[in-house]
Each structure stands twice: as C-alpha cells, then as structure tokens.
C-alpha cells in the first residue's frame, strides 16, 4: 500500500500561486509515476499533471504554461506550482500514484491522497 497526503491548498486571488505538495510514505516513491488531479463541485475527477519515473511531464492542456509539476524522490514528495491562477482552477486537487497504464488516465492510478481543496477567488 502506498499513503498520499496533499498539502498546500488555499484560497487566492485569481492571478496568484500556489504550492502543492505530495507526501508519499509505505513503499519506495522513485518507482511510481505520480499525478495530479482535480474534481470541481459536480464535476468529474480530471487530469491535471504528472511526472514519470524517469521525469518526463505531462500536462492537461488548460493549465501547460502555468503548472509545473516536480519531485523529489530523497524527500518522497511530488509538488505541484500552480501560477497565474484562474477561478476556474477551484478545485480539490488529489495527489495519485501510478504504475502502468495511460499515465493521464485516473483509472489506472490505485492510490490516491484524500485532497486539498484550492479555491480561486475572481
């Protein structure tokens, strides 16, 4: 089993950032690809941004340019910086591990945080 704890969350201003942080205990980190998602009230849970085992990112189209997602493994931490933020990024953002299938894919993540919500005032 693998234990996800988010951090990080807030309220801001449109315009402002964010810091997101993943906290990963219970097996070794540097072997799983992670992710971060969001669910919006009434929404469906939806891909926001991963990193591979070996680094490589990969981003929803609605927040390249703006998000950026890291790790590092010494730490078992993975971060998400979320700038130039938007109303519509108000959400509770999930931190999820995954090990194989399409890394975009919420399905094939078995380990997910309980979330921190971010909220983003207009």
């Known amino acids: 089993q693998v234990q996800l704890v988010e951090s990080g969350g807030g309220l801001v201003q449109a315009g402002g950032s964010l810091r997101l942080s993943c906290a990963a205990s219970?097996?070794?980190?540097?072997?799983?690809?992670m992710g971060w998602f969001r669910q919006a009230p009434g929404k469906e849970r939806e891909f926001v941004a991963a990193?591979?085992?070996?680094?490589?990112?990969y981003y929803t189209d609605s927040v390249k340019g703006r998000f950026t997602i890291s790790r590092a493994n010494a730490k078992n931490t993975v971060y998400l910086q979320m700038n130039s933020l938007k109303p519509e990024d108000t959400a509770v953002y999930y931190c999820?591990?995954?090990?194989?299938?399409?890394?975009?894919?919420?399905?094939?993540?078995?380990?997910w945080g309980q979330g921190t919500q971010v909220t983003v005032s207009s």
């Open positions: 990193i591979s085992g070996s680094g490589g990112t």
């Open positions: 999820a591990a995954h090990i194989v299938g399409a890394i975009s894919d919420k399905r094939t993540y078995p380990y």
């Open positions: 219970g097996r070794p980190f540097s072997s799983y690809d």
